[in-house]
């Protein structure tokens, strides 16, 4: 072996990704090449150069890149199932505020966030965007427990300075002294970990919360994320808060919450045209979240239209609002909500295909963190191997039906591998 390819890793199996939204990339027995953390190449046949480097042989299992979860609450990993036959707002009260207090006890929460890190990893997500609490050091303490579990992506520490309950609300300037802490605190600390600006949603959050919130973004150059018209009651609200805005996503922009850094924005359910081009814009993504969206306000996202508009769009598994950890049932359950929203406009919006909804699972929402989602040259080496021996079959199968029925009826024992920018994660 030369010096130069001292960090190189070969991993042979049944490939497959999708580098666009059109097609899924598929190479029987193909070897991916790998040079410390980053992809180098797929082949069909190994080239001539690497042929005295140990080859890692799947054999028949998949390889195909590692799930990307747009949209998590750490903080309701204990409520998952809980009250999900309530509305939004009558559930953030009834169960959502009181279960996120608890996070002021740093050892309830980090039971909590390690079991909520290990479900996510356990499940094949490989990055996430994460909301804790109100509670910096809560926050601090998710972020070293993902991080240490090899986990990339971000955490927040959530702002909420009125319209909330007395016994979980920030005073306005604490918020901002102990968000300033939260970044001071973790800016930089881990190589794949960092913060992320988190107003909880336009009612939470007073205009001068979000003023400050916006000067710290700027001066520390952060990504933001937040939630933007999950439901019906919850538009009307904001309408009554800020009648001098003509739409809801223009809030978070004249705040200055949107073309910073990419912004996540959750649900977008109920967008109008002008919000749409608003956020294609200012570079949004969409984190689509259609468990959430079915279970408390029975909506669908109009995910074509952002698609058609140049949005770009990730999944999220919306924890607690959301009761699946796994983005490989977000998957489904995003071409079942793109069925309902093509027949809700009478076919003018066609429902996702398999290589759609698998795009914004991996590359699509990996794209918030880099080259992330892909096995494209240059890409991180985020990648599960999946073994689905026991799943019935009695004709032969191709690698993509192999993969549908992954995503449709396996579960988390079928992953067997997983590789986190190169590196082995368990
Ligand atoms: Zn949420």
Redesign the pocket.
């Known amino acids: 072996m030369s010096i130069c390819q001292k960090n190189i890793k070969i991993y042979k199996g049944q490939i497959a990704y999708t580098p666009t939204p059109e097609g899924f990339m598929t190479v029987e027995d193909g070897f991916i090449v790998v040079e410390a953390s980053k992809v180098k190449d797929v082949y069909c046949t190994l080239p001539n150069k690497y042929k005295n480097i140990h080859v890692e042989d799947y054999g028949n299992n998949l390889i195909i890149p590692g799930f990307i979860d747009l949209?998590s609450?750490a903080s309701q990993v204990a409520n998952r199932g809980i009250g999900l036959d309530k509305e939004l707002l009558d559930w953030l009260l009834a169960h959502t505020f009181k279960e996120e207090t608890k996070f002021e006890d740093m050892n309830y929460a980090e039971a909590a966030y390690k079991e909520h890190i290990n479900l996510l990893i356990k499940n094949g997500t490989t990055r996430a965007s994460l909301?804790g609490t109100i509670h910096r050091e809560s926050a601090e303490l998710l972020m070293d427990i993902a991080a240490r579990a090899g986990l990339g992506g971000f955490v927040g520490k959530v702002n909420m300075d009125r319209e909330s309950p007395d016994y979980y609300i920030e005073n306005t300037y604490h918020s901002i002294s102990e968000t300033e802490k939260f970044i001071r605190n973790t800016l930089g600390k881990y190589k794949m970990m960092g913060p992320i600006i988190t107003p909880r949603f336009v009612p939470a959050t007073t205009p001068q919360l979000m003023w400050a919130l916006r000067e710290i973004v700027r001066k520390f150059d952060l990504p933001v994320q937040s939630?933007l018209s999950e439901d019906i009651k919850e538009l009307e609200y904001v309408k009554r808060l800020h009648p001098e805005f003509i739409d809801y996503a223009s809030i978070y922009n004249y705040f200055g919450m949107f073309g910073q850094r990419p912004t996540i924005m959750?649900?977008c359910v109920y967008v109008s045209d002008e919000e749409i081009a608003l956020m294609a814009r200012s570079g949004v993504y969409v984190a689509h979240?259609p468990a959430?969206n079915f279970n408390l306000s029975g909506s669908v996202a109009p995910i074509r239209k952002f698609l058609l508009a140049g949005v770009n769009v990730g999944l999220?598994t919306?924890i607690g609002?959301g009761h699946v950890i796994s983005i490989k049932d977000v998957i489904w359950q995003a071409i079942q909500a793109s069925r309902v929203y093509e027949l809700r406009t009478n076919h003018k919006y066609k429902a996702l295909t398999t290589a759609e909804a698998f795009y914004l699972a991996t590359k699509g929402g990996g794209s918030f963190f880099g080259k992330v989602g892909s096995f494209e040259p240059g890409y991180d080496f985020d990648a599960l191997v999946i073994d689905d021996s026991n799943i019935f079959t009695v004709n032969p199968r191709n690698i993509l039906e192999r993969l549908e029925r992954f995503i449709y009826i396996g579960d988390h024992r079928n992953i067997v591998q997983k590789f986190i920018a190169g590196e082995h994660v368990i």
């Open positions: 949209h609450h909301l939630h959750a649900h979240c959430a999220g919306d609002a």
